[in-house]
């Protein structure tokens, strides 16, 4: 089965840290790009970072970068999202996506989503 399982979010203190999982099963990693995004209540959806097997460098959204750090574990073909510094803006339930092909290509090429994980910043 082809899927994306996100897990890992949580509530935590403004400063705090998590790490979210996503697993991927059905496909590889090395084939294909992976975002993670979010969506906060009342607003749209957004990306926050995308990692591709091909390119050199993730591509973060300009309100993470430095704070969150994307990775990704071939022998258990998983991603990781490293946060930390988190602050209330960053509440929102973020999603796990597959690109349609080995490039991150923007939002339209994501062709497989999880269900997404919650994570709440406050104090």
């Known amino acids: 089965q082809v899927q994306v399982v996100e897990s890992g979010g949580s509530w935590v203190q403004p400063g705090g840290s998590l790490r979210l999982s996503c697993a991927a099963s059905?496909?590889?990693?090395?084939?294909?790009?992976i975002g993670w995004l979010r969506q906060a209540p009342g607003k749209e959806r957004e990306g926050v970072v995308c990692?591709?097997?091909?390119?050199?460098?993730?591509y973060y959204a300009s309100s993470v970068k430095g704070r969150f750090t994307i990775s990704r574990d071939k022998a258990t073909n998983t991603v990781y999202l490293q946060m930390n510094r988190l602050q209330s803006e960053d509440t929102a339930v973020y999603y796990c996506a597959k690109q349609k092909n080995q490039y991150c290509a923007g939002y339209s090429q994501y062709d497989l989503w999880g269900q997404g994980t919650q994570v709440t910043v406050s104090s």
């Open positions: 059905g496909f590889s990693l090395d084939n294909y790009a």
């Open positions: 990692i591709s097997p091909s390119e050199g460098k993730p």
